[in-house]
């Protein structure tokens, strides 16, 4: 849940605020002893709703509020009577016996983690944190966060998300050399674009929505106006030319990987494949779907759906391959082990090269 301002994350932030304030009191009336504060959890709402919140209409910011509210629900009936399927190894009693803490991270981009919330139960002297990844979406698509597209492939195949385009090349040869090009004429003309008059218009216009003079555009290399810029001066579409040096990049990684790669690359690839979808090692995933006006439905990654499907293929010998589609900035996803194939996963490239894979979530329980 990234805190991005007329990105489809703000929603998302605004139901994670939501789901904390609203667990901390469904716990308190029920009860336990919390280290953490209702007051401070409902005053980081209420901040977050206009500095992330204030592009979405009504309609949406209500949206968001439900569906955090509805992961509070679920949280809550687990830790209350079924620890164990959050993946805790507490009982009931030993819970209600310890304090507990929660707090929120996933407005914390370099965390680290794809975490979301955390809750820390306190008992005898010790600590058991539970990390939860939240997702909240209307439809049957999630998006699972964006990366930067030099940073993965780092984090997957060469140890590190710390890559210069130097060792890029050295790692993957032509077709990164192509990528960090194109990567930095693009950056080009994002200079070009907001120096232009068309530029410094959607700059005060981007300012008067947000009723501050001095506003600077949050992640400006992604606005759509800068994309449409790129494509009118350079006379194609960035995204598509990306997605293919990517899923080049990729192969390459992935058949290295395969051929000659030891345990530890295998743990790096996996533990970074894990990171990017939201699976991190000892993280329940939970994912809210629907809107205020329908039913909401809240499903769990540890038994449940793609992500259940994906942990049974996601081990070492796998095979994940990307399928570049002329003309379309998206990557079909599949992820192969012992003949059992997944292919619930997508990946899409932005105009920047930032990456962002997508799920399928298929049926969800309530």
Known sequence: MTEVLHQRGAGGLIAEYRCAAALQEALEQSGYVMDSSLSWLEQRLAMAI????????????RHALTQGEALAKYIAQCVTAEPARLGLVLSV????????????????TNSGTSADLLID????????????????????????????????????FMGTAKVSDAELTQHFGAPADHFSRLLAEFKVAAKEFYSSADGRAFVADYQNRKGDPGARVNNP????????????????????RFAELYA??????????????????????????????????????????????????????LDEGPYADLRAVLIRGCDVQLQFRPGSSVLGVSVSYAGLTVEALSLTIWKDATIQFKLDGGTSHP
Not at 129 to 154: C, D, E, F, N, V
Not at 271 to 278: A, D, K, N, S, T
């Open 50 to 61: 206009p500095r992330v919140g204030n592009e979405l209409s009504t309609t949406l910011r």
């Open 121 to 156: 139960i306190i008992l005898d002297g010790a600590v058991v944190q539970l990390p939860i990844s939240l997702k909240a979406y209307r439809g049957s698509m999630s998006s699972l966060g964006s990366k930067g597209a030099r940073a993965s492939l780092g984090r997957l």
């Open 248 to 301: 080049e990049m990729f192969s390459i990684g992935m058949s290295r990987v395969q051929g000659d790669g030891g345990y530890e690359e295998w743990v790096a690839f996996l533990e970074g494949l894990r990171f990017m979808i939201g699976m991190d090692r000892d993280i329940v995933t939970l994912t809210a779907r629907g809107r205020a006006d329908t039913a909401i439905t809240v499903s769990n990654s």
């Open 221 to 240: 290399l992604r606005r759509k106006e800068v994309g449409d810029y790129f494509i009118a001066s350079r006379g194609f579409r960035p995204e598509h």
């Open 93 to 108: 009693a030993d819970i209600r016996r310890g304090r507990i803490s929660i707090s929120t991270v996933g407005n914390a």
